[in-house]
């Protein structure tokens, strides 16, 4: 049972792994794609700024960005290392957001060459600090994995010693009591076989054991052999008691035969 509910733990602590870690590392990517689509719709924006479809494109990356973000934000508070760094990597994104709404404003206002110089600098500090913090979130799901791969490793190290110990116990005292139940049934085969063997002999006599406390089979026939050799022993001690008496009578017939003949 011991076996079985670590097992048991250790395949769903693997599925929690991986269903974790698989899960954290495509949403962090996905978030690093958008972000850099954000980049690339931005770039396009400030060259082509009459394009609808291109600004379009800058609101829906966003919005997916945010989308995936909520996502993962509550997986990632699970740990404690992901925990005290996704406020980083909000800060920063709210920075990189802020930073590409005033490059969009800028273009509107025909500052074109001003939202260029000024998305570049985003583009070097924001954007490059933002995607530094995401891909240390990236390395900490790693981590995590790593690290709850060895603890399910040490885990069932011990399960199995446990089991190993437990079932060890369990033979010993299984060999200790199949030892005694062994001994007990050819103890009493042993002693019937030894009455029946006298028996044979003639030996009737008694041992002062003519019954024992036994309720199985074993038992029955012990005192069954018992009442038996006690029986027999009562009939010959008869026969040897009505031998001396018919001696007895003969010797007395021959002593008055010979006493007529004189």
């Known amino acids: 049972l011991s076996s079985y509910q670590g097992m048991s ?18 949403l962090l990517g996905t978030e690093i794609s958008l972000m850099r689509a954000v980049k690339v719709s931005t770039v396009e924006y400030i060259l082509e700024p009459g394009d609808a479809k291109v600004e379009e494109s800058i609101d829906v990356n966003i919005q997916k960005y945010e989308s995936y973000w909520s996502e993962y934000r509550s997986l990632g508070m699970r740990a404690d290392k992901a925990a005290a760094e996704i406020p980083n990597t ?3 994104w709210n920075e990189f957001n802020q930073g590409v709404q005033e490059v969009r404003r800028l273009v ?5 060459e001003e939202a260029w110089k000024y998305f570049r600098k985003v583009e070097l ?14 390395k900490i799901a790693d981590d995590n994995a790593d690290i709850l791969n060895t603890e399910i490793k040490e885990s069932n190290t011990r399960h199995i010693e446990f089991s190993f110990m437990v079932n060890l116990v369990a033979l010993a ?3 200790g009591l199949a030892t005694i ?55 010959m001690r008869s026969v040897s008691e009505s031998s001396e008496q018919l001696a007895a009578s003969s010797e007395e017939l021959t002593a008055s035969s010979n006493q007529a003949a004189q």
């Open 9 to 26: 733990k250790a395949s769903d602590d693997l599925d929690n792994m991986y269903s974790r870690k698989l899960q954290a590392t495509r």
């Open 90 to 92: 909000e800060a920063k």
């Open 108 to 112: 509107k206002e025909g500052k074109k």
């Open 125 to 138: 500090t924001t954007a490059e600090d933002l995607l530094k913090s995401q891909q240390a979130l990236r």
């Open 173 to 175: 005292l299984l060999v």
């Open 181 to 235: 139940i062994i001994r007990d049934i050819t103890g009493a085969l042993h002693r019937g076989v030894a009455i029946c063997e006298a028996m044979k002999k003639g030996d009737f006599r008694t041992d002062g054991v003519n019954h024992v406390d036994r309720g199985d089979e074993l038992g029955a026939m012990a005192n069954a052999l018992f009442a038996m050799r006690k029986e027999l022993n009562a009939l």
